[in-house]
């Protein structure tokens, strides 16, 4: 505990020799009186050197900390990215840690292994729940190429959409059911075998790529967007059992299509200046072309089981559904004035456990950080 | 009318007065960041009180707003002083925020710190002059738009949704940019 000292005849000492230099502590010295204390302690200390400052004090007017003070004096906001040897630290913690995985450690998939319900036709929740994946692994890619930016307003372009793909992801989770506890568990505890992203989500390797999936994933996030909100228009304000598309969900979901048709937008000015460039345009085509010949499982997602947490028994989607869905989509991708595009001319369907090294790194990395970071971090 | 139902209706007016003053203490809450009530703001929708438990909705003024945890403590430690004892609980109502639903004080607090909101006057914040510029369509977020004022010289924010294009000061949107 801090304490007031006991021995009065002690006199601490604290002298400024230079007009640069701080005020410092320089030792103690014993006096019967508190006059006769800074004689001597001008004698003992200034002897040699001129002093601009001398300050004496008598032990017993202080209040000093003992050495099991140590928890007292810590800082309270002390956060640990914020300290100049942190990226030092995560650069050797992660070269030390072994590289990106897709499996999940132990225990990680408990409760979400049940997860074909091949039984029923797809729902429009089963088509959300899909693009949500594909949004998360987006995100993720995106956030890693905040910093590649010469230009601070695209680094606070590219770090919005990238930061609203996660939101929107996490969105579309809760309007499904889901409870924040259950979209973490579904986001980081889910191995890969258990991901059923687009086959686009593989391609977003490098910036073209990222700029193709980007236009495609927000065109057909606006799309479905566009259909359920007439499908929820139509449903009325009678509310829907469980978690299918609503009333509820248009306010949530006009956002959600606003916010993408931005970033669409936002993609497409990019597709233009890659294509016009005559460094970017062979890449930019090729990334193009790969990128959007994947796309046709934008909406080939397959039912999930209601062990996800979502409800069964969801509207059929059909295949007539994915035709309408398909053909929207090809229109809004192709007016985007760039090279063209390779989308099929019908939809496919979605399979689980694809993704590669980009949804492999997404997942890693995410589980990296919320395992290492200080409790409470993430609380 | 009896003694209870006399009762029950003070009782009612009583419950009233008293969420009243719960979501005046809400509306007293600032936003992180800018200095502005979150009723002001149009981020405080309703306070109820049910069985002894406070249900505040909010909504963010965009779906990924990265304050909400911050805005939600905040919240939670001014009902907690101001209401000891009661159960809080925040719904997000995400999606529901418009530009419409900032108050005029809003708007002058929004103005103070060098922001308009989409639909009201296109003027610069700073110097008042009616001569400005679209410069993008992205601030830092998806709810900013940035714009130059050729009157002054400075830049500002015009806060809005990403679908109020039509609310903005110019009312043709520049696509693909500003260059």
Redesign the interface.
Known sequence: MPHIPTDSDVYEVFAQSGHGTALNHVGSIVSPRPDAAWHLAKETYGRRDDLVKLWVVRRTDMIVSSADDRGLLAAKTRMPYRQPGFPTARRRDRSASPPAVAAPREGRDSGLTERRDDAREPGLTDLWLALADDLFVLGNRLGEHIVDYIDLEEALAVGSIGQEALAHAGTILVLCGFDQPAADARFFDRAQAQWQVSRVVERLTDWPSLVAGGLVIAAAVAVLAEQTAEAAQTAGAEQTAGAEPGAAWLPAITAIRDEQLVHLDHWRRWARALAAWPETRTEFARAYAEVTERAGDMFGARPQSPAQGVPAGAAPAGPALAVTLHERLAALVGENGGPGSRLPDGPGTRTWGVGGSALADSLSRGRTVRDEYAPGVFS | MNADQLGDEVTDQLNGRFTDRLADVVAGVSDPEIDVGLRDLGVLRSVSLTDGRIRVHLTPT???C?AVGEIARRVRSALAEAAPGYGIEIVW????WQPAAVTVAGRDALSRGGYRVAGTASSCPYCGSEDVEQA???????CKV?YDCRGCGSTFDVIG???CTAMLPTPEPV???SR
């Open positions: 965009r779906i990924s990265p109502e995400r999606g529901a993008g369509r992205f601030g830092g977020a998806v940035p949704t990403a679908g696509r693909g940019g």
